[in-house]
């Protein structure tokens, strides 16, 4: 997740760690991929029609039976996909779209406009570039995407440029807190917590909100590069929308499977503080951005955490019912920064806090 910026040498293949992969990609020379992104993967993926459709308009159902049904198949989707569709959840489309457009618009920016936010610390509150990870062979892996992140709540910041996507990011990321927060009061309720508690526990009012833009452009040899590899996401819930183009993955029962999400739909995982929260009843799953070689591929992803100062460890009910924690607490901003040491192990904070046992 390293940032990356200006594009150097694109006639000999070669991409520092200054270099976004956009013009690499747009290079008409470019027949195989450097050296740098050689990350060699069996990027095939199974087709499934179990990953979970949760219809979020059934929550406030009159009809309590349906209510209770769509509770139940929540809880499921948590326990053991920990990734659920998400339809009828009063987004609209047109900003749904807007916010696509609005991030390829950043992506055609000239390079000197995305270099100013060129990374220097992990808390930079806006970060560009391509970025590279460690493998655990101490390699260094150039990935096949641009990106652009910026911390959107409780602090709202944006790149200035293009005008537009600062307005879009600002109402997209106000709806989809409120979105979290009605899906978190459910999560509570299927968990047997108090109305209110995850709200005050995590100090929701504050909560910290991610906005980050991916785009992958076609690849000349995708099964030897990666988009993003496989790894679990810090937060609560993480919400992601595309442009059509295939590509997200998700692993299941150890198999790779191919996300295929309906138009206007949201694809909702469940991230490493649920998993800590809830005490392992809800699981965090490995997930992974492969890359094609026909078409662009851009994703939206909003990460949605606990505010940046809360403590973050087991829910006390649920550490009392379980009769001890399963997870080390940490403050929730500290997780986050230290999440960006790159390497590639899936779950290395998490493994981290996770305590033995005796």
């Known amino acids: ?105 950043y992506f055609e920016l000239p390079e000197e406009d995305k270099e100013r936010y060129k990374a220097k610390s992990p808390s930079d509150p806006i970060k560009s570039g391509s970025g590279s990870v460690i493998t655990t062979a101490n390699h260094k892996i150039h990935l096949w995407r641009d990106f652009v992140k910026s911390y959107v709540h409780p602090e709202f910041h944006c790149p200035d440029k293009p005008q537009i996507l600062r307005d879009i990011v600002y109402e997209f ?13 459910a999560i509570g309720e299927n968990l047997g917590l108090e109305e209110g508690y995850i709200d005050e526990a995590l100090k929701l009012d504050s909560c910290f909100q991610l906005y980050a833009a991916n785009f992958y452009p076609p690849c000349p040899q995708p099964d030897q590069a990666i988009g993003i590899p496989a790894h679990t996401d810090h937060g609560l819930l993480t919400f992601l929308i595309h442009n059509g183009v295939a590509g997200l993955q998700i692993q299941h029962d150890g198999k790779w499977f191919n996300t295929n999400s309906p138009q206007n739909s949201i694809l909702v995982n469940t991230a490493d503080h649920l998993e800590i929260f809830s005490n392992g009843r809800y699981k965090s799953v490995k997930h992974r951005a492969v890359v094609n070689k026909q078409a662009t591929r851009i994703s939206v992803v909003m990460a949605n955490g606990a505010a940046p100062d809360a403590i973050v460890g087991p829910a006390g009910p649920l550490v009392e019912r379980d009769g001890r924690a399963l997870y080390r607490p940490m403050k929730f901003i500290e997780y986050v920064e230290t999440m960006l040491s790159n390497t590639v192990d899936g779950k290395g904070n998490l493994e981290c806090l996770k305590i033995q046992d005796q």
């Open 1 to 105: 997740m390293a940032a990356a910026t200006a594009s150097t040498e694109l006639s000999s293949n070669i991409i520092t760690d200054n270099s976004f992969v956009k013009g690499l990609a747009e290079s008409s020379t470019l027949q195989s991929i450097p050296s740098q992104f050689t990350f060699a993967n069996d990027s095939r993926g199974s087709h499934s029609d179990s990953i979970p459709i949760i219809d979020f308009s059934l929550l406030t159902s009159p009809d309590p039976d349906q209510r209770a049904k769509l509770l139940q198949d929540l809880d499921k989707a948590c326990r053991e996909w920990g990734f659920f569709v998400l339809v009828n959840h009063g987004i609209p489309e047109t900003l749904m779209k807007s916010i696509i457009d609005a991030s390829l618009e």
């Open 173 to 185: 990321s106000e709806k989809y807190r409120s979105l979290l927060r009605k899906l978190l009061q």
